[in-house]
């Protein structure tokens, strides 16, 4: 059974830092493409960052270019997300995603449970 | 980017009737060099992820009731339940997946009337 556990989120003030984490189970982590989306109430659905099967590919929503990384430990099955010069529009439940290969990596056919991050004074 | 509006924002539909879903992109997402829509739509229940229903505009996900079938191509899109379930009280989003930055619909909030 595929599983995707994130942890991480929680309470920064503007201009922290927090790293999200996805604990990945179920399947064979190094193959898939893996992502992170947010939502907000306000925004809806919001595509962050994915990286390759092989981590040397990465892309990110303009919006977070230069302030987000993504990363991945193929011999630990985890993905993570460092988040840096947090605004309050960050504020949103961070969802770790698996990319559907038979759709070119490009949409999402399991999701975590979110973590939620919330940038605050 | 690519802008996904979906219609109608919110929609109660009796138990056992049709329930439609529009979707439209703000160019096309069809490929031409595999005729292939770049589009999904997924089913989001109070308190849960979203799960994949539809890829390719029109290809069920394993485990998706037949009841639910995607449509359309180019810019635009449609998701229908065909008899609907008590159990399909959701909100339902499109995504493009055509380029980045992928893009969702603002979401449409299926209710029973």
């Known amino acids: 059974e595929v599983q995707l556990v994130e942890s991480g989120g929680g309470l920064v003030q503007p201009g922290g830092s927090l790293r999200l984490s996805c604990a990945a189970s179920?399947?064979?982590?190094?193959?898939?493409?893996m992502s992170w989306v947010r939502q907000t109430p306000g925004k809806g659905l919001e595509w962050v960052s994915t990286?390759?099967?092989?981590?040397?590919?990465?892309y990110y929503a303009d919006s977070v270019k230069g302030r987000f990384t993504i990363s991945r430990d193929s011999s630990e099955n985890t993905l993570s997300l460092q988040i840096n010069n947090l605004r309050a529009e960050d504020t949103a439940l961070y969802f770790c995603?698996?990319?559907?290969?038979?759709?070119?990596?490009?949409?999402?056919?399991?999701w975590g449970q979110g973590t939620l991050v919330t940038v605050s004074p | 980017d690519i802008v996904m509006t979906q219609s109608p924002d919110s929609l109660a539909v009796s138990l056992g009737e049709r329930a439609t879903i529009n979707c439209k992109s703000s160019?096309?997402?069809?490929?031409?060099?595999?005729?292939?829509?770049?589009l999904a739509w997924y089913q989001q229940k109070s308190g849960q992820p979203p799960k994949l229903l539809i890829y390719?505009?029109?290809t069920r996900e394993s485990g998706v009731p037949d009841r639910f079938t995607g449509s359309g191509s180019g810019t635009d899109f449609t998701l229908t339940i065909s008899s609907l379930q008590a159990e399909d009280v959701a909100v339902y989003y499109c995504?493009?997946?055509?380029?980045?930055?992928?893009?969702f619909g603002q979401g449409t909030k299926l209710a029973i009337k």
């Open positions: 995603a698996r990319n559907k290969e038979s759709s070119g990596w490009k949409c999402f056919d399991y």
């Open positions: 179920g399947f064979t982590f190094s193959i898939y493409a």
């Open positions: 990286v390759s099967g092989g981590g040397d590919d990465t």
């Open positions: 160019q096309t997402i069809l490929y031409s060099s595999n005729n292939r829509n770049y």
């Open positions: 390719w505009a029109s």
């Open positions: 995504q493009q997946y055509y380029y980045t930055p992928y893009t």
